[in-house]
């Protein structure tokens, strides 16, 4: 196998990504595939501090990977009910305080609150709203008041009590998908009722210390093991960098990890190898799905892209997470192949996974599969 040759073209692919998407300030990718030597890290361009510093991107930088965090999420909760300390069929009520609880899932005049499970938080199918993307009937969405009070900072428990306050609950659960950051919060807040730990503490000792990623951290919640000589790459809105927003808090168990491709890395061979879960664990996480979109369906903290017959065929067929900023985290168990990268862009999860699934054509036509 010509390693050189798929370089190149994966770096052709990058740049023309970039040439044809000038609202990427700042882009990086990682793709490997041990069985058959490939290692690439690529980064290009810049973004710039709020201090006025210019800081070229770098396939070091620890990296927000917005959703994706989802998957880190999805772990904490399997590693637990590995530990025996919990179900993925526990009421999400065995574990929250009547506060949190009270009308929080309210659709029609019903409420379905205690019917909730923690399945339903992991494969999105709640019922419950989502406090990023839904419009609240009155007030401005979060995402404004994320953008217009940057230093604002938020706990899980004021960015749950905003939502059902403001919002309006989608369907009883288990019918369908409704994507829910909402869900995610409640799901933190199991880990933390359970574990005895605040939700970054526990990934810093259940992730990243025993998995070597002394780069992550959970932003707005916690530090890393050692900072990073490289720093954190840019992330914007627009043309608006707003990677040192306090206000980025409210994030937390949705997707507010951060940390540098390789450690990405560390952490996706870890879990696809069966070194953080069980087999059968991650085979539930998998499997216990519902549709996201046409060739997408979401499991516990899990993006599988499924065979659609003309549109999607077999070869595409991977698993991982992504994010609203252009993130992508997705392991190739035919190639045995690790693709992870971020375009820094909000609003830019389409391209970035159509742009995955491209790294994969390349894969797929230039290695032999492995039998």
């Known amino acids: 196998m010509d390693t050189q040759k798929i370089s190149k073209k994966i770096q052709n692919r990058f740049q023309r990504l970039l040439e044809a998407n000038p609202k990427i300030h700042n882009a990086c990718l ?48 399997g590693l637990l009910v590995e530990a025996g300390k919990l179900r993925f069929e526990d009421a999400l009520a065995q574990y929250l305080d009547e506060e949190l609880l009270k009308n929080l899932h309210v659709y029609k005049g019903v409420d379905y609150t205690r019917q909730i499970r923690l399945s339903h938080l992991l494969n999105h199918t709640s019922g419950l709203h989502d406090y990023f993307e839904d419009k609240p009937q009155r007030g401005e969405p ?9 230093q604002r900072r938020w706990t899980p428990r004021e960015v749950v009590i905003w939502s059902k ?18 869900g995610y919060h409640l799901l933190g807040l199991v880990v ?3 574990s005895g730990l605040s939700f970054a503490e526990a990934l810093h000792q259940y ?10 951290f959970l932003l707005g919640h916690s530090r890393p093991q050692e900072e990073n000589p490289f720093g954190i790459a840019g992330l914007y809105f627009g043309d608006k960098n707003v990677i040192e927003y306090a206000s980025l808090s409210m994030d937390y168990a949705g997707g507010g990890v951060t940390a540098p491709l390789q450690e990405w890395l560390i952490f996706l061979r870890a879990l696809a190898h069966g070194h953080i879960l069980q087999p059968a664990t991650l085979q539930r996480m998998r499997e216990d799905a519902a549709r996201f979109s046409i060739g997408i369906d979401y499991g516990y903290g899990v993006m599988n ?17 992504a994010g609203s900023t252009g993130a992508f985290l997705f392991y190739h168990p035919v190639l045995d192949a690790c693709l992870i990268g971020s375009l820094n862009q909000f609003g830019y999860a389409p391209k970035a996974i159509r742009f995955m699934l491209q790294m994969v054509d390349i894969l797929w036509k230039e290695i032999k599969p492995l039998s």
């Open 30 to 77: 990682l793709v490997e595939s041990q069985p058959h030597g490939l290692h690439l890290g690529l980064a290009s361009g810049q973004s710039q501090t709020q201090a006025g510093e210019i800081l070229p991107a770098h396939p070091q930088q620890s990296v927000f990977m917005a959703s994706v965090g989802k998957l880190c999420t999805a772990v904490l909760i």
């Open 142 to 150: 979060m995402l404004n008041i994320i953008l217009n009070q940057p």
């Open 165 to 182: 306050e403001n919002l309006k609950a989608h369907f009883p659960p288990g019918q369908k998908l409704h994507y829910s950051d909402t």
């Open 305 to 321: 892209i499924t065979t659609v017959p003309l549109i999607m065929p077999r070869r595409f067929n991977c698993w991982g997470n």
């Open 192 to 194: 933390e009722a359970v």
């Open 207 to 216: 992730l990243f210390q025993p998995l070597g990623m002394k780069h992550a």
